[in-house]
């Protein structure tokens, strides 16, 4: 049973549009959730993340919005740029579980200029 | 700060051979993980390190996998007679102990069983 799931597998936007990246959760005692990018070849890195304290988390062009009762979370992505092409990974913890992170399985962003 | 450094990038051993796989985390940081990504299982949590010590090794498989930090410097990840399906990028991170969430991954190191 995959814990974190992600939708949609793939999403292809324009330049200037805001990309809207979906995640759920299984597990009601996760409280972190953490989102990571990660382009070819390279290890993923830390975007943005959000305590289940919070319903919205806003780091520039990105922004966590999180509804605890729905077990939902998505990661927005305003002003998107050819740059920001990259698979983005949801991800969530437990409390008191240290770098224990369960991953979606990511969802593929193109963006065309 | 280089980030977190892997070696090698990509490995490629014969079925049966032994693979070990080097990390060396951030300087002063003091939690040290390891994940496994592949195409069908995605990213999973194989261990963990703190101060050296391992904490938590719940993701790792119970027959043929070690993981060992001897000093602050690095940690190595050793699997004994490779397997096709041991096959995947495996990733190296680190934090500081008081984030310990807030993980920082290297480039991750390539292993291809033939």
């Known amino acids: 049973q995959q814990q974190v799931r992600q939708s949609p597998q793939s999403l292809t936007v324009w330049e200037g549009e805001t990309a809207i990246l979906n995640c759920s959760y299984e597990?009601?005692?996760?409280?972190?959730f953490p989102w990571y990018q990660q382009f070819p070849g390279e290890g993923p890195a830390l975007l943005i993340s959000?305590?289940?304290?919070?319903d919205k988390k806003e780091d520039g062009r990105f922004t966590i919005f999180f509804n605890k009762r729905e077990k939902k979370l998505s990661l927005h992505i305003a002003d998107s740029q050819p740059g920001d092409s990259a698979t983005y990974f949801c991800?969530?913890?437990?409390?008191?579980?240290?770098?224990?992170?369960?991953f979606g399985r990511g969802t593929r962003l193109q963006v065309y200029a | 700060n280089a980030g977190v450094i892997q070696t090698p990038r990509h490995k490629v051993t014969g079925k049966g051979q032994e693979a070990t796989l080097w990390c060396e985390p951030i300087s002063g940081h003091s939690a040290v993980f390891w994940y496994r990504q592949t195409i069908v299982q995605g990213l999973e949590f194989l261990t963990y390190?703190?101060?050296?010590?391992?904490?938590?090794d719940s993701g790792m498989p119970k027959e043929r996998f070690s993981a060992q930090m001897p000093n602050q410097s690095h940690s190595t990840l050793k699997i004994q007679s490779t397997q096709p399906q041991d096959s995947a990028v495996y990733l190296c991170a680190s934090s500081l102990v008081w984030s310990q969430n807030t993980l920082y991954f290297g480039a991750g190191t390539r292993l291809s069983v033939l």
């Open positions: 991800a969530a913890s437990r409390p008191q579980v240290v770098g224990q992170l369960t």
């Open positions: 390190f703190r101060n050296q010590a391992p904490i938590d």
């Open positions: 597990n009601s005692a996760f409280d972190y």
């Open positions: 959000i305590l289940s304290v919070s």
